[in-house]
């Protein structure tokens, strides 16, 4: 590299820094705190979201940026827990084989018995902006001028969620967020930083379309506590044998000892002939259990009285009274 090329790099490099440092101090921005939480977490797969904006440059999947940045955040509240990445891939996989007809909806593995979630957040970008006016990431400035005028950002997302055992929506929710602010353009931090560049990081944080992204981010994070507090939390049955019920759920969702706990037997799905949807079924409720013992990712149960003469089995739904 010559002198002059090199002094550039060197000048190029001390604008974004100083530039980001400016974008700190003025908005004085840290992780958001969420309220101590000690109630029952459901399990939950966020999937990759689509990506419906046109000419990101370099081809960076923000899709599957955003949902991570979500899935943090998600994390930090303690309220949920979440699938993890493999057991995502293999959900969606058993997607795409189900839109090619290679697995039968009737009999073929449900997305729950795959992820073990009770249910799914999916999502799709719809704006993702770093310049006033038009669409995608606009590389019209020098990296001075993109990192040192002041730009603005927008942000749209749009969100499921979504029953894994009948694909019925619970709830949807459109977050749109903007940022009008000094700092380095995404087009900026994308160019220095190449291949190390990271959605979530510290130097993508430091953009304006950094701060709309976790605007954006904060709503739905918001729209999802509250949405899953109408969701009755709820497990199923390992196994069961006489004076025992084993529970798919353990300390890992906040499930504790002494908890009481009841059984419904969630009898034959009801597939639509012409859809091939599962509608759910007629669930029966079969009676109470009692926790007696939590381990990291199950939890042993004791059958109470009114148990008596009936019969607990695998896959057995169980839920707080």
Not at 287 to 312: M, N, Y
Request: aromatic content about 8%; proline content about 4%; hydrophobic content about 40%.
């Amino acid at each position: 590299m010559s002198v002059m090329k090199l002094a550039k790099h060197i000048s190029a490099v001390l604008v974004l820094c100083a530039a980001s440092a400016v974008w700190a101090a003025d908005t004085g921005e840290e992780d958001r705190t969420y309220p101590a939480y000690g109630g029952p977490r459901h399990v939950v797969a966020v999937l990759p979201f689509a990506n419906r904006v046109q000419n990101i440059y370099g081809g960076y999947e923000i899709g599957e940026g955003l949902s991570e940045m979500l899935i943090t955040e998600l994390m930090r509240t303690e309220r949920f827990q979440l699938v993890e990445r493999e057991i995502i891939g293999n959900i969606v996989q058993e997607q795409e084989l189900g839109m090619t007809g290679l697995t039968n909806a009737q009999t073929g593995p449900k997305t729950g018995q795959l992820s073990g979630a009770q249910f799914m957040i999916r999502g799709a970008v719809t704006e993702f902006n770093d310049q006033a006016g038009g669409g995608g990431l606009k590389l019209s400035y020098s990296k001075a001028e993109a990192s040192t005028k002041s730009s603005k950002a927008y942000v749209g997302i749009d969100v499921r969620l979504v029953d894994n055992a009948t694909g019925q929506i619970y709830a949807s929710y459109n977050a749109h967020a903007e940022a009008v602010s000094r700092g380095a353009s995404l087009a900026a931090v994308i160019s220095e930083f190449g291949e190390d560049f990271k959605f979530g990081a510290s130097h993508f944080k430091n953009t304006p379309i950094g701060k709309a992204t976790r605007n954006a981010l904060e709503k739905i994070v918001d729209f999802i506590i509250a949405e899953s507090a109408n969701i009755p939390w709820q497990g199923m049955l390992i196994q069961a044998m006489p004076g025992a019920a084993y529970i798919n759920r353990g300390a890992n969702t906040n499930l504790k000892s002494g908890d009481e706990l009841v059984v419904f037997s969630p009898g034959i799905p009801l597939i639509d002939p012409e859809t091939g949807f599962n509608l759910g079924s007629v669930e029966k409720r079969v009676c109470t259990i009692s926790v007696t013992e939590v381990r990291d990712k199950f939890s042993i149960a004791a059958p109470s009285a009114d148990c008596a003469g009936q019969t607990l089995k695998r896959g057995d739904i169980v839920r707080f009274p």
